[in-house]
């Protein structure tokens, strides 16, 4: 009993410190960093136009992205829970692609599809570019995000069954109402979680959007690509701060998760 007792405060010993050293560590030093000068200053960074224009970006990227992927993601889920047909295998592998990949390979795969020399490059010379805009990098942000709501939703579908879905139609509801009165009030919770975990890798995504953005401030700088350019630049005090920025946002991000993590398990 004591070695079982010694080996448990060990484990717990060993995961404190380590979780210290990996996240705490790291993350209050930015917070030092970040404050140590005064809250006015970090407003000020924070407040400059290339700040303000990033993070309008961020969250216009994320306004854009997450309607597309709770449209598709729910269509997809329905698609692959409800149904039986040739290919589905593959499907379910193209959907998880992104989890298996590196987000830079997306943005390079982007740029050759939708580059001058792409394949739809042609659309440049009709005055729309994708490639180095914004159009470019909501569609590497949309494509690094596409498995969440997926993946939440689908597990849902398949525990409530068809039972429910199959009575309203016997009560003569159409396929519209009963994916609004019965099948989308039996996965808000899973639904909600899957859009909590869009907006946080839509807020956090680097590696592909740093692919095809030309990175220029007020233009297509995200909030991430603002970390990353500050710090380019030798701004190391604006990098924090946007930085802290971030982690802020994700913040919120972590606190809806775990609410609707436990609303998902209560089944409420």
Do not use: C
């Not at 994320?62 to 309607?67: D, E, K, T």
């Amino acid at each position: 009993m004591r070695q079982r007792q010694t080996a448990r405060h060990l484990n717990r010993a060993f995961t404190i410190v380590y979780l210290t050293i990996l996240l705490v560590v790291p993350l209050g030093l930015i917070l030092y960093r970040t404050f140590s000068p005064g809250v006015g200053a970090f407003i000020d960074s924070m407040s400059s136009p290339a700040a303000i224009s990033a993070i309008n970006l961020s969250l216009l990227i994320v306004a854009i992205v997450v309607p597309l992927n709770v449209v598709f993601g729910v269509i997809l889920a329905l698609a692959l829970a409800r149904g039986r047909w040739r290919g589905r295998a593959i499907v379910q592998a193209i959907v998880d692609l992104p989890f298996a990949i590196s987000p830079v390979i997306v943005g390079v795969s982007l740029i050759l599809v939708w580059g001058v020399d792409g394949w739809f490059g042609f659309v440049a010379d009709w005055g729309v570019q994708i490639i180095f805009a914004v159009p470019g990098m909501v569609l590497a942000t949309v494509f690094v995000t596409l498995p969440f709501v997926v993946r939440e939703v689908e597990p849902v579908l398949r525990e409530i069954g068809v039972e429910q879905e199959e009575a309203a139609a016997t009560l003569g509801a159409t396929a519209w109402q009963t994916f609004l009165r019965v099948t989308l009030p039996a996965i808000r919770w899973g639904l909600g979680y899957g859009v909590i975990l869009t907006v946080a890798r839509s807020l956090g995504e680097f590696g592909a959007v740093i692919m095809v953005s030309s990175n220029q401030p007020g233009v297509s700088q995200s909030l991430t690509l603002l970390v990353y350019g500050r710090h380019q630049q030798g701004n190391e005090y604006g990098a924090y701060t946007a930085s802290t920025m971030l982690m802020l946002l994700a913040l919120v991000a972590l606190v809806l998760m775990t609410v609707f993590a436990r609303r998902k398990d209560a089944g409420t």
